[in-house]
Every structure is written in C-alpha cells, then in structure tokens.
C-alpha cells in the first residue's frame, strides 16, 4: 500500500512536471505555484502601479505618497488574492544612519507587528533631523509616472534600495518587490546552513525543522526567521543592513551583482536600512539597537557541556559524569534530553528510570565534582496529560480552524495540543508548568527548549472521528487553498508544522499581537513568532522562577529573540560538510543578534568517526556555546569514547584546558558588549580592505583579539595528520598563541596532528588574559589570577580590557556591577621601549572604560610579552610577577618592569 506521503510525492511530481511545463510555456509569469501547480495566472503584463499624488514631506527627507494601480491589457486578475488598487508608499528617517520605506494600504489596516517591545522598534535618538546630515538620499518617480523608489548612500551613491526597472505587486496574499544590487557581497539572509558569502538562489524563510544544506534552492531554510541581510558594496567597501520586517512566510531571489527579490504571502512591503561605514560591526550595532539587543547568559554556561538523545536513565548519567570525573575532562552540565520525562510528557520527571538521588548527586553543585542540569522542555502538551488538562481549564491551547476545537498535532509523547503564547494565560501557565518542575528537588538551571517552529510528526492536523470523505479530501488537499504562493517551493507549507488555519488568541490583550477589526489571527499570520512566543513565555517564568542571569536554548528564532534566548544551529549530520557548516551559521546569528551559539559537536545524526570527532571537539572547544550532543541511534561520542584512537580524548582534554584558560576572557566579551555587536566573527571583520579575508570562512576571529584556523578536513589515517593551511591578511600581524612565533600576512600551511590543540593566533597590538596555572574542570572554581599575553605591534603597543569584578559565580555581582550600577570593565594599555640594548622596559596602564566603573580587587602574576622587536629580531618573554603581583582594584594604576633579553 502506497503511504500517504508516498502519494503525496508522486502527485507532487507529476504536478512538479506540469508546472515546469507551463513555467517554460511562459517563461514570464509571476511564479504563483503550489506544490509546482499554478493554479492562477497573473502574468507579467499585468500592470502597474503609478505615482498618484505626494501626500506629505517632511525637512528631515520624510515622504508618504500615494499609489494606484494602473491595469495591465493582457492582466489576469489572481482570484484568491485581488489586487489593492491603493497604496501608500512612507519613506521615514529615524536617524542620520537609520531609515524605513513601508507600503501598506490607505487605513494601513494589514496584519503586521507591532512597534513595540517585545517586538523590534525604532529607539528615539537625541538631536533635530535634517535633510542635510542624513547619509542618504531617496529618489522617487514624477507624479504619472510608474512608481520607484530608490535610496542611495549620499557620499558615494551606491545603490543601498532601488526598485527601478522591477515590478512591484501588492495583492491581497501576495507581494513583489525587487532591489537593484551593484557589484555586492551579501551575508546573512535567513537560518540556514551554507557559505558565508550568499550565492545567487531562491531563498524561503518560513519557520522548519530540517536538517538541511542550503544549496540555494527554495525548502531549505532552517528553524529560525531572520529576514536581514548586511551588504557589502564591493567598489564603495561601504556597508549596510536591510531587513525586511514582514513576519510572513516569504522567499528570497538573489542573483548576485544584479537583483533581490521579495515574494512574500502577506502583510505589508516593510523596509528598515541601517547605514554603517567601512567597518560592518558599524551597521550590525545598529540593528541590535533596533532588535532590542542581547541578553547575558550566566558565566557557568560558557563552560563545556555534554549532552545526548539518549542517555536513558540515571546509571548511564552516572557513568558519563564518572568517566568525566576519571579522566579529568572540564564539564559545567550534563543534559537531559526527553528520556528524562515521563512519557515524554513536559514538566515531568520519569522517577522509575531516573533516580532522585542519583540525580541530586549528580546535579549537586556544592560537591565539587557537581555540574549544572540542564533539560529539554517540548512545546507540544500531551492529551490527557496534567498539563493538558490545565491547559484546557485556562483556555491556553491553539484551536483548529476546521474543527473550531483545540488543535491537534502530534510530538514525542503521541497526540499533543501546543501552547497559545497569545493568549494571556499562556505566561501564567508556562511559568506553572516550569515551576512544577521544580518541585522535585531538582533545579533546571539550563532550559531547553524544542521543536517549537512548532513542529509536528503530522503535517497540518489530527482531526478527531474524521469521516472517510474528508480523509481522502485531505489526502488530495496538497497545499492550503487559499494560498497563491508557496514560499517553500516544492516542499508542502505545512509539511512537518500546524495548519495555516490552526486559530490563535483574537481577543482583548493579547500577548503578542493585538488583532484588530475582528480579524481571526492564524498560523498563516504568525507561523514564523511560534518560537520567539515560547522563548519570550520562557524567559518571562524564568524570572518568575528567581534566575537572575538566565540561560535558555531556542532551537527556533526570530529577530528580536536574542533579547531572550541563547541557540544553537540545532540538529547536525555527523560529517564533515555539517562541521564546515557551523562556522558561518555561528557567524550569521552573531548577526541576527544571538552571539551566544554552538553546533552540536560530533554531530546528532549518524556515527562520527574518530578524526571527526577529534576535529569537531577542537574546532568546538572555540565556540561560543560547547556541547557534544549525540542522537539515539548513533554510536557513543563521547571524548572518551574511543578508545582504539585514544588521541579523541587527550586532544579533547588539552583543547578544553584551552577554553576554560580563556573562559573568563572569552566572557568578558559578552559582558563589555553590553548587549549589542558581534563576539564570533569572519576574518574579513577586521580586515574589511582585504579582499581576500572574504574567502576565509573556516577561519573565525573571537572579538577582535584571536583567530582561529581549526582543521576542517579529514587528514591521513595512517599518519595521523592532516596537512592543513590558513589565511593572514595583508597588513596583519599575529602571534602563536602556544609558543608566541610571529606570522605576518600570507598564505601557511603546515602538518597538523589529530592529536593537537586548535590552532589559535592573537593578534599583535592586543592583551588577552588568561588563566594558566591550573588545571580547573568547573568554571566555579577559577580564581581571579590571570596572566597577561602581551602581543606588542611594531609601535611596541598593546590593548585589551578585563573585567574588574572577582565573583562571575555570582549573577547578582554581575547585574550589580556590570549592567545596573555602572560597569565593570577596565582597560589596561601596554607600552614597551629598550632602555638599553638588553633591557626592555614594559609600562601596564590600567583606565576605566567609564566614569563609573566598579573595582573588586583581580591579581595579573604572569606576563607572556610578544613582539618585541630589535635589530630585525622579535624575542618573547614569560615574566612570573609573583613576588610582586600587578594588583588592579582602581582606576589608574600603573604598573611597570624591565625585563631584561
Ligand atoms: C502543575 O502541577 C499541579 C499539581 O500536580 C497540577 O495540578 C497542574 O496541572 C500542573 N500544571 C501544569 C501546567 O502542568
Ligand atoms: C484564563 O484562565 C482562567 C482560569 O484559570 C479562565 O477563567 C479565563 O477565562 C482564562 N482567560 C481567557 C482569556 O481565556
Ligand atoms: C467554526 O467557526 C467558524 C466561525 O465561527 C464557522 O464559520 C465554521 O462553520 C465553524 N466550523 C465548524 C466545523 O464548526
Ligand atoms: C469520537 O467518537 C467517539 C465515539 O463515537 C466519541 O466517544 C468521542 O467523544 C469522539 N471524539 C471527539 C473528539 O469528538
Ligand atoms: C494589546 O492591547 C492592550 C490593551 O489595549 C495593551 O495593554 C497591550 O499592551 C496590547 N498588547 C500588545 C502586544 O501590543
Ligand atoms: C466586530 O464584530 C462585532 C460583532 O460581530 C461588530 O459589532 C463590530 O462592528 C465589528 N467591529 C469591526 C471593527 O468590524
Ligand atoms: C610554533 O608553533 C607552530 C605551529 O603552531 C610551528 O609551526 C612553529 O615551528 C613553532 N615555533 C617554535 C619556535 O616552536
Ligand atoms: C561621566 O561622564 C559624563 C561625561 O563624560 C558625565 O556626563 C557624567 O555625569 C559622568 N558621570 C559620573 C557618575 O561622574
């Protein structure tokens, strides 16, 4: 017997064929199909709209003009989605370097977000507009003429939008719009996984779980919806951000060096454009500042984790936290994932298979082998479960639009109903679910949270007592009807997700969207905020719970959702291509504004091999957010897990060493940040001239301060090696972070073991502290001692800042005294001079970066100076300051030595 999906797949094909056919029929047409069936016509000579009148302008440059639509001869009206004849097209400047271009209709009565938290919004910023200091300038048509609109950088007149020479459609469900692209690089454009550099394709955005490679063909977008994308104009070197803030289901056609095109099913054509410079981090500031910013995670999560599907009961957690314990492998958490759960049902605990006590052992932090529990929490409730019958009584719960009774999809635990999360009982409830567990003695300190694109095991909707007629009708229905344009190409909109007619909270004071006009919010509306919904309710409980700084792992995203939740690039093919990968997803939702992100390292689905795994863990030992994490039906992968390639483990070993050296460095990232800007990023950041630092995206820089050249292919089995090169770009200068070598700009290349560290750099002119005395396998238990590497440029100068708080252990230390009451960072500047031939004389400055910086008291007793340079020759120095640590507790000290060649 044939399965539905099965026939699904043939008709999809035949109608694929069909399609294909009249696409090459007509090679003009708008491409309205679904599931590749066209089923309406409305043909590029359909018409236009014409510049109907200015309504207003203002003296910052501010417009809104009025469209109508002018038919075309041969035009075919699209039945299921008419035409607006009338439009308002709003220019608006909001700042020198910021701007929106909007069309909506007359009443701008369309469903959209609001402007407001906790959705993105425009911040006032101080200071009269005028015309005059904008750093652009907009042209549009004369009144008659067909509408364009264009906006230009004024210095250089780069093309920053312009819809010349394309059309723009503006019906019911469904929107057109195109921008002209010079000679253009593009980076960003959704969650997916591919190159960093954007490559001409069709792009979908539409919330999916996937494990998918997106090689430029609409369906392959991931969980997440970041509509932006930050361009660099190739001849100008100048750089921009657009995001399209629209919140529906669209694609993205992008031919390189010549257009982008929006095809969008809903909502209104909403534009902002955030003007930086030469410097990218300039235009990405400005979009975290417009997307509310990020929030800090608690110092204990940049430490190691290890997870997997799988671990199932207590023994064999017992088992991984003593073999950790054994062979001395830093760990901060241990995961569960739903194996922990009764049934598979959220806010419960499976106590048959999950020992209290050995739980309680495992998860007790005041005993030094102690680490932190971390835990998935799914969306979907389960049917007849506790929550469910709560949910129910609170009225929480989505409705199906065909049966108007609760929704019904399906999830780990069988038939589930899923969270409303606006409705305005959805945070009392969420909150309730969460505390309820923990109310077992057990305190989730990590909360994970799944599936919550939201995904389901049936595609659109279980229907109870369905008769037989409407089975085969929905067998047939192969895609919603009222939807003229499938976003996903040929994959079905529902597949794997809810109904698009699944009904949401209308009502008075919604959560999240307000509707107005008695319009009926559905899937169709916002699919895509399904998972900012539940981060958001999360976030909300956890500060109900008493966290203070709060770790939440989202697999789904939207912009703005950095505000509230940490990610990670969810779930990883166990290959090679899949770790390749991870480097610029990790870089892009830097961009969209939630830096704190990981891959699963080694990989969830198939078995890692060995070299694999030895890389990845090297590679991961450099992200931001490091976990292993193992599906169910793959081999163990854990670092000790291979005992027949023992280097898995002492690489493992050494390169964790490494990241817990630079834990509170690599945190104090986060903290200076404040809340906006890039932590994990492409080499090109830094050198943005270098045409050639574009191409690198297997190398990353952390901050400004290191780069890193993991080994990203598989080597020689035999010799255990792999020959392997990087990249250092023109001008730039660095230091081996192992034994301090000069490498100037070039092309090196070198044997690297399966045994070794991750190969990491520091960039000259730059202090990073670190921590190398001992070997600490908890966060909690580093102390506040650092060495200074001092990596001099050739005007013997150095900078870098550190955190001037003792205490990361405690949130409440560092909400006091990093982000409420003032700051926490110091700046320590470094100059170096010979005062003779053997005698080099070093000067340590220590500045407040704010009027209002907080000391505690921190120790340097270790300098590894670098760069200093004589005669053509470079010398480092280790230099033990024991005997006289170089104290910081205030501002402006000095502190300085000869240290002698
Ligand atoms: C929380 O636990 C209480 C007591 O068992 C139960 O009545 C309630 O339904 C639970 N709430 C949720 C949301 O699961
Ligand atoms: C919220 O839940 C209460 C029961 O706890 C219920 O009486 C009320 O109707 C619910 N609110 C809405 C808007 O459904
Ligand atoms: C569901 O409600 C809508 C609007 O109130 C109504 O038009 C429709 O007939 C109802 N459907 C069923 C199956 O009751
Ligand atoms: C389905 O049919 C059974 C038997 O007639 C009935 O008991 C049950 O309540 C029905 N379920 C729903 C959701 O209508
Ligand atoms: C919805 O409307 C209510 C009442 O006007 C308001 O208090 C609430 O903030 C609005 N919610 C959102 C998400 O805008
Ligand atoms: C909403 O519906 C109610 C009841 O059907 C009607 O009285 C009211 O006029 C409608 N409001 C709008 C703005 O359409
Ligand atoms: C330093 O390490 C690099 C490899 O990272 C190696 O190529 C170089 O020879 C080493 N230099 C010294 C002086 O040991
Ligand atoms: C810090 O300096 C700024 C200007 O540089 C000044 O406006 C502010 O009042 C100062 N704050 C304190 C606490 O001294």
Request: aromatic letters at 14%; charged letters at 20%; hydrophobic letters at 35%.
């Amino acid at each position: 017997m044939l399965s539905k999906s099965k026939i699904c797949v043939i008709l999809g094909s035949l109608l694929a064929i069909i399609g294909v056919l009249f696409l090459l029929y007509k090679s003009d047409d708008i491409s309205v199909y679904v599931q590749g069936h066209r089923i309406n016509k409305f043909t590029k000579h359909a018409g236009h709209y014409i510049m109907s009148s200015v309504e207003k302008e203002s003296d910052d440059g501010s417009f809104s003009v009025i469209l109508k639509w002018k038919p075309g001869i041969l035009e075919q009206e699209l039945k299921i989605s008419p035409v607006l004849k009338d439009l308002r097209a709003t220019f608006k400047v909001d700042a020198n370097n910021e701007c929106e271009f909007k069309i909506t209709d007359l009443q701008d009565s369309r469903f959209q977000l609001p402007e407001n938290e906790p959705f993105p919004f425009t911040k006032q910023r101080q200071g009269t507009k005028d015309k005059e200091s904008n750093l652009f300038e907009t042209e549009i048509s004369q009144v008659g003429q067909k509408f364009y609109f264009e906006l230009r950088r004024k210095q250089t007149q780069e093309i920053i939008f312009s819809t010349r020479n394309h059309p723009i459609y503006f019906t019911d469900k469904y929107l057109e719009i195109s921008t002209n692209l010079d000679e253009s690089m593009i980076f960003g454009l959704g969650d997916r996984r591919t190159d960093f550099i954007i490559k001409s394709g069709k792009y979908s955005f539409w919330t999916s779980d996937a494990v998918k490679i997106d090689d430029g063909t609409p369906g392959n977008q991931l969980y997440g919806f970041h509509p932006m994308y930050l361009r660099r104009d190739i001849k100008s070197n100048q750089f921009h951000v657009t995001l399209f803030r629209n919140a529906y289901g669209h694609q993205v056609d992008y031919k390189q060096h010549s257009h982008l095109t929006y095809k969008c099913i809903g909502g209104n054509i909403d534009f902002k454009f955030f003007i930086g410079d030469s410097n990218p981090e300039t235009s990405i500031k400005l979009y975290h500042n417009y997307i509310n910013g990020w929030v800090l995670h608690p110092f204990w999560v940049q430490g190691f984790h290890q997870c997997r599907w799988g671990y199932k009961n207590s023994d064999q957690l017992m088992d991984v936290w003593n073999s950790y314990n054994k062979y001395n492998i830093p760990l901060d958490s241990l995961w569960t994932d739903i194996d922990y759960m009764y049934k598979y049902q959220d806010f419960t605990i499976d106590f048959e298979k999950f020992n209290l006590q050995q739980m309680q052992q495992i998860y007790n932090l005041s005993d030094p082998n102690g680490v932190h529990w971390s835990s998935i929490v799914d969306v979907g409730i389960a049917l007849e479960s506790d929550a469910a019958y709560r949910g129910i009584d609170m009225n929480v719960f989505i409705q199906s639009g065909r049966t108007n009774k609760t929704f019904i999809g399906k999830v780990w635990p069988g038939e589930t109903y899923f969270p409303d999360f606006n409705h305005p009982n959805s945070t009392d409830y969420w909150y309730e679910g969460l505390k309820n567990l923990t109310s077992f003695g057990l305190q989730q300190d990590g909360i994970w949270i799944d599936m919550n694109e939201f995904d389901s095991f049936v595609s659109g909707e279980i229907i109870p007592n369905q008769t037989i007629m409407d089975k085969i009708l929905d067998y047939l229905a192969i895609a919603p009807p009222s939807l003229p344009f499938n976003p996903l190409g040929m994959e079905q909109i529902d597949h794997k997700t809810l109904s698009l007619s699944a009904k949401h909270y209308s009502g008075e004071n919604a959560l999240l969207v307000n509707a107005t006009n008695n319009y009926t919010i559905t899937q169709y509306d916002v699919h895509n905020l399904n998972g900012f919904g539940e981060g958001l309710a999360t976030y909300r409980a956890a500060k109900r719970l008493g966290r203070k700084l709060t770790f939440i792992l989202s697999r789904s995203t939207m912009f703005g959702s950095g505000r509230y939740v940490q990610h990670w690039n969810g779930d990883a093919d166990s290959t090679w291509e899949y770790m390749r990968y991870s480097i610029p997803a990790i870089m892009n939702f830097n961009m969209y504004g939630i830096p704190f992100n990981g891959d699963d390292i080694c990989g969830l689905f198939q078995d890692v091999t060995a070299e694999l795994c030895a890389r990845w863990q090297q590679l991961g030992s450099l992200y931001p957010f490091s976990r292993n994490h193992n599906g169910d039906n793959s081999i163990s992968q854990e670092p000790y897990a291979f005992p027949d390639s023992p280097y898995v483990l002492s690489s493992t070993i050494k390169t964790l060493n490494i990241r817990y050296q630079l834990l509170k460095f690599y945190y104090h990232l986060f903290v200076k940040a404040n809340g906006a800007g890039t932590i994990f990023r492409p080499l090109f950041w830094q050198y943005p001239a270098d045409n050639q630092a574009y191409q690198q995206d297997m190398q990353f820089m952390i901050g400004d301060y290191l780069m890193a050249a993991p080994v990203m292919e598989q080597g020689d089995e035999s010799q255990q090696v792999t020959y392997s090169c990087f990249y250092v770009p023109q001008n730039a200068v660095f230091y081996d972070f192992y034994n301090q070598t000069q490498i100037k700009s070039g092309k090196y290349c070198q044997n690297i073991s399966f045994d070794a560290v991750v190969p990491l750099y520091i960039r000259a002119g730059k202090i990073v502290h670190i921590q190398d005395k001992t070997t600490v396998l908890r966060s909690r238990f580093l102390d506040n001692t650092f060495t200074l590497m001092v990596a001099l440029n050739e005007d013997s100068f150095a900078e870098g800042s550190i955190l001037t708080i003792n205490d990361y252990n405690d949130d409440n230390n560092i909400i006091t005294n990093c982000q409420e009451s003032g700051n926490c960072v110091a700046n320590i500047l470094a100059k170096g001079q010979f005062k003779s031939t053997n005698i080099f004389e070093l000067t340590l400055q220590v500045e407040s970066e704010s009027n209002n910086t907080n000391y505690q008291t921190i120790y340097v007793d270790k300098l590894i100076v670098s760069g200093i340079s004589q005669n053509g020759e470079i010398y480092s120095k280790t230099i033990y300051l024991d005997q006289k640590p170089f104290v910081i507790d205030r501002d402006n000290i000095t502190y300085q030595l000869e240290i002698q060649l």
